[in-house]
DNA sequence: CGGCATCCGAGTAGATACTG
DNA sequence: CAGTATCTACTCGGATGCCG
């Protein structure tokens, strides 16, 4: 199975060197590509941010029947990031009983593009990754 | 700014219904998404898969010197899942001292690519993340 | 050199109960 | 409805020491 030409590869690593090259000593330590990829890239929040795609716009609870097995304390607490970073807004009307609506901004919907990007890589090569780990422990 | 356009968010939409289409109750209980993203989206594992990226084959000590902070527990455990998860390769060279090679797989190369494109675009755009979050503390 | 075994501390998630 | 508060359980990371 060859999944990439080095072809590929050589454009990769020219990008790479651009990037590694950018980065001095302090960035190395602080990095911002760990920060941000750490929030962004936790499963919950993918599960928020991949749902508010594909609804437009979800209510706490509707969300909390949508992303499977989450609790009130962790779904309050990303959304709170979330927002904070910008990936998502919150509306909150004085109804009784209240009503508070979520939906992307647009900086979320240019991650919901890359996110669509990984999770079609991952649907791909999910059953090789499962068989593999399978036939490591075999051994 | 307008980071993106109401054609990309239909484009958009009408993936993650294809996507959400095709997965059934169960999947979204077990969901090979969170589990294959949960490990190719961790902040160590991203950090390997970058630098043996730029560098094509990597020992022990000289990739627990790059990943700035990893300690060698992490760094063989991440290494062990990495493998079996069919990501990197390792050789062992029965010399004294022994000698041990990292380096990606095709499959990992082509995992490499889709980091990229991440990366790529969180270079761009996380310092207005940073941004963002700083102004949301303020209030 | 390339790890593994062990221990310990901190953070995090989940369950439950409660409130504006 | 949309959370917060609290407590517990558990995982995870770091440090250290040792070994083939």
Same mark, same amino acid.
């Given at each position: 199975?060859?999944?990439?030409?080095?072809?590929?590869?050589? #454009?990769?690593?020219?990008? *790479?060197?651009?990037?590694?090259?950018?980065?001095?000593?302090?960035?190395?330590?602080?990095?911002?590509?760990?920060?941000?990829?750490?929030?962004?890239?936790?499963?919950?929040?993918?599960?928020?941010?991949?749902?508010?795609?594909?609804?437009?716009?979800?209510? %706490?609870?509707?969300?909390?029947?949508?992303?499977?097995?989450?609790?009130?304390?962790?779904?309050?607490?990303?959304?709170?990031?979330?927002?904070?970073?910008?990936? *998502?807004?919150?509306?909150?009307?004085?109804?009784?009983?209240?009503?508070?609506?979520?939906?992307?901004?647009? %900086?979320?919907?240019?991650?919901?593009?890359?996110?669509?990007?990984?999770?079609?890589?991952?649907?791909?090569?999910?059953?090789?990754?499962?068989?593999?780990?399978?036939?490591?422990? #075999?051994?």
């Amino acid at each position: 199975m060859k999944t990439i030409t080095d072809n590929q590869k050589v #454009r990769a690593a020219k990008k *790479l060197k651009k990037m590694f090259g950018q980065m001095d000593r302090r960035q190395m330590e602080y990095c911002p590509i760990r920060d941000v990829m750490a929030l962004a890239s936790d499963k919950w929040s993918i599960l928020i941010i991949l749902y508010l795609g594909y609804y437009p716009v979800l209510r %706490f609870n509707q969300l909390q029947k949508k992303v499977y097995g989450i609790s009130n304390k962790v779904l309050s607490e990303r959304l709170k990031i979330l927002e904070s970073d910008g990936y *998502l807004s919150r509306k909150m009307y004085a109804e009784v009983p209240i009503r508070v609506e979520y939906q992307l901004t647009d %900086f979320g919907h240019s991650y919901l593009d890359k996110l669509i990007d990984l999770t079609e890589w991952i649907t791909t090569y999910s059953d090789d990754v499962i068989a593999n780990r399978a036939k490591y422990q #075999r051994q």
